[in-house]
């Protein structure tokens, strides 16, 4: 009496490998384009809600006719302005924190005439321009406020160092 042979059907093991073996690789390749791209995408982020942020204290401080003043703290990374309430916390002064945000940017620098403080007059005008400058991975943006109160914002190019990669 002869058994009847089931037909199994299946992957080998070497079949499975193999295509685990592909997949690592695969991984190993695209993870580092990955995670720069996330790092670009977030400092450019954080750079345009600062922008809007520098905007809208210029924007108050003329429709108010009361100088708005934003104060940079790289200690703890993140900015306040006064003179503005925060939009989710009726009176409580605005602040934002780049640490605890989904952004995760570092706020490397921010110097106007010297100081970490921007003070839009009545006018709209600046005490004095300057830039802040901002990271993430190996992205850095930089924001800058001239002599009128013109906002720009510029993306420093990114220096891999991975091989092969322009």
Same mark, same amino acid.
């Given at each position: 009496?002869?058994?009847?042979?089931?037909?199994?059907?299946?992957?080998?093991?070497?079949?499975?490998?193999?295509?685990?073996?592909?997949?690592?690789?695969?991984?190993?390749?695209?993870?580092?384009?990955?995670?720069?791209?996330?790092?670009?995408?977030?400092?450019?982020?954080?750079?345009?809600r600062m922008v809007?942020?520098?905007?809208?204290?210029?924007?108050?401080?003329?429709?108010?006719?009361? =100088?708005?003043?934003? /104060?940079?703290?790289?200690? +703890?990374?993140?900015?306040?302005? *006064?003179?503005?309430? #925060?939009? %989710?916390?009726?009176?409580?002064?605005?602040?934002?924190?780049?640490?605890?945000?989904?952004?995760?940017?570092?706020?490397?620098?921010?110097?106007?005439?010297?100081?970490?403080t921007l003070t839009?007059?009545?006018?709209?005008?600046? =005490?004095?321009?300057? /830039?802040?400058?901002?990271? +993430?991975?190996?992205?850095?943006? *930089?924001?800058?406020? #001239?002599? %009128?109160?013109?906002?720009?914002?510029?993306?420093?190019?990114?220096?891999?160092?991975?091989?092969?990669?322009?």
């Amino acid at each position: 009496m002869e058994r009847a042979r089931k037909n199994l059907s299946g992957f080998t093991m070497i079949e499975v490998v193999i295509v685990m073996l592909i997949m690592g690789i695969l991984t190993a390749v695209a993870a580092p384009r990955y995670f720069d791209s996330l790092s670009k995408f977030r400092v450019e982020a954080a750079s345009q809600r600062m922008v809007a942020d520098m905007k809208l204290a210029r924007r108050e401080a003329q429709r108010t006719s009361s =100088s708005k003043t934003i /104060v940079f703290d790289l200690a +703890s990374n993140s900015y306040s302005v *006064t003179g503005i309430d #925060d939009f %989710n916390r009726p009176g409580t002064a605005y602040r934002f924190n780049f640490g605890q945000s989904d952004y995760q940017v570092a706020l490397e620098s921010a110097s106007f005439a010297g100081a970490t403080t921007l003070t839009y007059d009545m006018y709209g005008r600046p =005490s004095a321009a300057g /830039v802040v400058v901002m990271s +993430s991975g190996n992205n850095t943006e *930089t924001v800058g406020v #001239d002599v %009128n109160g013109n906002v720009t914002q510029t993306s420093d190019v990114s220096q891999s160092t991975q091989p092969g990669v322009e």
